[in-house]
Structures are given as C-alpha cells and as structure tokens.
C-alpha cells in the first residue's frame, strides 16, 4: 500500500548522514555511524511513525550491524516512532572507497509486521541518504562520492527484491583530467498510451507501463502526469478534462528507486458537437441544450448567457451523447433571446455556440406524381363528317329519328389518311416518348378497321331506309 508521506509526515523532509566521513582497515570495525530524520532547515526532527531503512552499499563484502561489540550482518533497521536518529557500523575485507546508501520508509499504523519481515518491494515512496567511506590505503574512489553525506527527500523507493539484490554499482566519473570514459548508468523506460484526439468538455483516459533494468515489469512503479493545461496527477491510470481546443503535450514521470524516466505525447482537443437546440421566452420558458457528439460533455463551470444576464452551470452537470438538456428560467434567471443573444460559453468566456433563430419554413405544396401524359385538344386534328346531302324519311312504323348522321363513304375513306395525321400531330407534340407512337399506332389500326367495316356495311345495303336504319343504331338517339 502506498501512502503519501510528504502529507502525513509533513515535519520530517530528509534523511541525512549526520557522522564524519571514516576510513579504517580491512575487517575492522567503523566508528558510530549516524542517520538522522531532519526537517526542511536541517534540524533534528523526530518520526512521528516507525521508518524502516533498508542498507546498501556498492561493495561486495561490506557489512552493516546495529552492534559494533556483538556483530550481528543486517541489511535492514528501526527508527523507533518519536526518534531522530539511528546508529549503526560498517566493515568490510576489501580495501576501497564505497558508497554507502540508506533508503527510508516510513511505516503506515496499518502494517503490522517489523521492517525485517516487511518486503521492501512493498515499502512507500519514502526517502534516501549516502555516505562514502574508505578501506585501507586506496587512493582512487570507486564511486562518486566524496563528501560527508548526500541527500534526497521524498524520493521514491519502491523497488523490486531483485531490484536489491542485483543492483549494478553506481558509474564512476572520470578524473579531473578527464582521460578516462565515463560509465553507462543504466535506465527503466516508461511507454505512454494517450489517445491523439480528444473532445473540451470530454474525459479522456491516460495510462502507462515501466519496464526496469532488465525490462521486467515494475508494478510498484510511481507515476506523476503533467497534461499540459496546468493540470497534475498521480497514478497509473486516469482520466483528464480538457476545457478548451487545443493542441497539449502530455508528459509522464516514472520513478522506480533512484531510477526513472519520462515520456511525451501530444493530444489534440476538438470543440465539442453542441447547439442551442431550442428556447422559450418568458419566465417559464427554458434554454435547451443538445450534445450530438458521440462523447459526454462536462459542462461543470461553462457559461449560459443571455440579454438579461448569465448563468454559471454548477460542477458536475453532464450532457451525455446524443441527449439534451433543457435548463429552465426559473432556475438561471434567464429570459431566452431568440435574435442571436443565447450563448453557451466555457468557463474562460470564450463563445462556444450562439443560439441561431430557425427559419420559417414555407408550407408544403402538393406536387402530383408524374401520371400518363394526355394529348392536349389543341394539337389535335378534328376530323370532321360532312352533313348529309337529303334526309331519307323511315318507313311509318319505324321511331321518327330527330336527328341521323349518316355514313359518308368520302370521310370514311380518308380515316386512314386522317389517322396517320393524327399521329404525326402526336409525334410532333412529344418527340422521343416512345408511348405516344404506340398510342398513335393503335388509333390508326382501329380506324383502319372502322372504315373497311363501314365499306362493307355501304355495299350492303339495299336500300336507302335499310341504311338509315343501320346507322341509326351506331349513334345515340337524343330524344
């Protein structure tokens, strides 16, 4: 469990190795080594919980105990709560000069087991500290420090038990001369995912991985996100508003121990798909709202303006896709105005949409679907029958007609005639339509038939009332 230390132990800021810098024989024993909790103007200070310190250092044989007249080998040590300091002693059977390292956690009330038995992959971000110190007659350091004692406050150390046990030497510098080559110190590396789009108003979400020395993972691993707009996080994974468009860089600091290492991204913010989709004036009417993206819009501190004032939308208010919210006068105070004076603003004033009156659409007119064109009468020839010369008297016991048309041989031989003008005149009024040459083809076969059948009907009859009779039948009779 990771805790924040800097909150809950505000007073303590750094650890420091307080004793002078020592040198001694092989396989002799140090004189008293001494840690001390500090705080931001290097006065004692004491822990207010029990801190574990965990002890390295960049020798092969050296050893560490709490003792020096019954030497126990240990690697980890108690503060006590309510302490300041912690001693302890070195030795070591090789000559050289080493670095010795301290790393600090301080232990939350909830662990119950001691620092020995707690694992130190699972230690919290805490604190470390360094002191050199030489064995035998060496000249030349084998590490780079020097001075009586190096510190760092709340700097992570959550580490992996592999991490402690093949950790590499620190790198040595070269002398002043500056002959020799300076070694490699090695890196993690972390790997940003951030999405390349993103909506203002839209939550996005960031995460991260860190692969360590060897590149295996590091689930203990502290990740601290700066995402560009001034806005900070802590955490692995996690969400982010972005209020206005633009392009941002995200960057992510991953720390592991002493290691860590950074990462960019860039992400480009987009205006959200929003309009005015309809007012009310008056004291009851309302302002509503739709959101026709495909995201949830944050509208928490965004602006509603009108002639009569503006509206500060509270924190929390969410406009999911595809929805809309009216937002009532009776609580913005809001008199709507439909001649361009609705806005929806973000929190910095900047106009997101202004409300655009809807135009008046005209009424429908009804437009008959295309039907089958009909000949207009004025193109149409009129085929006119000559009136009869006489009119032929019927017999007594025959109905007196009123009115006959009698069957002119002389019109009924030029139907045909007649026809084909017909339809030329159909042809010549809808050029190209194919359906009006089949009209006109069908009129002239069946005026074709009429005049044979009336040619036939005239060299049968036998007598003039025959033939009265007979056309009488072919025509109605008004009475």
Not at 27 to 44: H, P, R, W
Request: glycine share 6%; net charge negative.
């Amino acid at each position: 469990m990771i805790l924040d230390t800097a909150v809950l132990f505000a007073d303590v800021q750094k650890f420091v190795f307080v004793s002078a810098v020592q040198k001694l024989e092989p396989t002799k024993i140090s004189e008293q080594i001494t840690l001390q909790a500090q705080d931001t103007n290097g006065n004692e200070s004491k822990v207010s919980s029990t801190a574990c310190v965990e002890l390295r250092t960049s020798s092969s044989q050296g050893q560490f105990s709490s003792s020096a007249t019954s030497w126990s080998p240990v690697s980890v040590l108690t503060i006590a709560k309510n302490s300041a300091n912690r001693n302890l002693y070195y030795k070591d059977m090789t000559a050289g000069t080493y670095l010795l390292t301290a790393k600090v956690a301080l232990k939350p009330e909830s662990e119950s087991r001691s620092c020995s038995a707690w694992p130190v992959a699972e230690w919290p971000s805490g604190f470390s500290a360094t002191q050199s110190i030489t064995v035998g007659s060496a000249s030349t350091p084998s590490t780079s420090a020097d001075t009586a004692s190096t510190t760092s406050s709340i700097t992570p150390t959550a580490t992996t038990a592999e991490e402690v046990t093949t950790l590499p030497p620190l790198p040595t510098p070269p002398p002043s001369g500056g002959s020799a080559t300076w070694t490699y110190k090695p890196q993690i590396f972390v790997s940003s995912l951030v999405p390349a789009r993103g909506v203002a108003g839209a939550p996005i979400t960031v995460d991260a991985f860190v692969v360590g020395l060897k590149k295996e993972p590091l689930p203990s691993a502290r990740y601290v996100w700066s995402f560009g707009d001034g806005g900070t996080s802590e955490g692995k994974k996690l969400s982010h508003v972005y209020h206005y468009p633009a392009i941002y860089t995200v960057l992510v600091d991953a720390s592991s121990g002493e290691w860590s290492a950074i990462d960019r991204k860039e992400i480009v913010i987009v205006a959200p798909e929003l309009i005015i989709s309809n007012i009310r004036e008056g004291s009851d009417g309302f302002i509503e709202i739709r959101n026709n993206g495909t995201s949830e819009v944050d509208l928490s501190l965004w602006l509603l303006r009108s002639a009569s004032g503006a509206f500060l939308i509270p924190q929390g208010t969410l406009i999911g896709a595809k929805k809309s919210i009216p937002f009532p006068a009776e609580i913005t105070k809001l008199n709507a105005d439909g001649a361009g004076g609705t806005a929806l603003l973000y929190p910095n004033g900047t106009t997101v949409v202004t409300y655009a009156e809807k135009s008046v659409v005209p009424e429908a007119v009804s437009v008959p679907l295309p039907m089958k064109k009909e000949i207009p009468v004025s193109t149409v020839p009129v085929v006119e029958v000559p009136s009869p010369q006489k009119t032929v008297s019927a017999p007594a016991s025959e109905k007196a007609i009123k009115e006959t048309r009698p069957v002119d041989t002389f019109a009924l031989s030029t139907l045909p005639t007649q026809a084909g003008n017909l339809l030329g005149a159909v042809g010549a009024t809808e050029k190209g339509s194919s359906s009006f040459w089949f009209l006109g083809t069908a009129v002239l076969v069946a005026l074709s038939i009429l005049g044979y059948v009336a040619m036939l009907r005239q060299t049968s009859l036998l007598n003039p009332a025959d033939e009265v009779r007979k056309e009488a039948e072919t025509f109605d009779i008004v009475e």
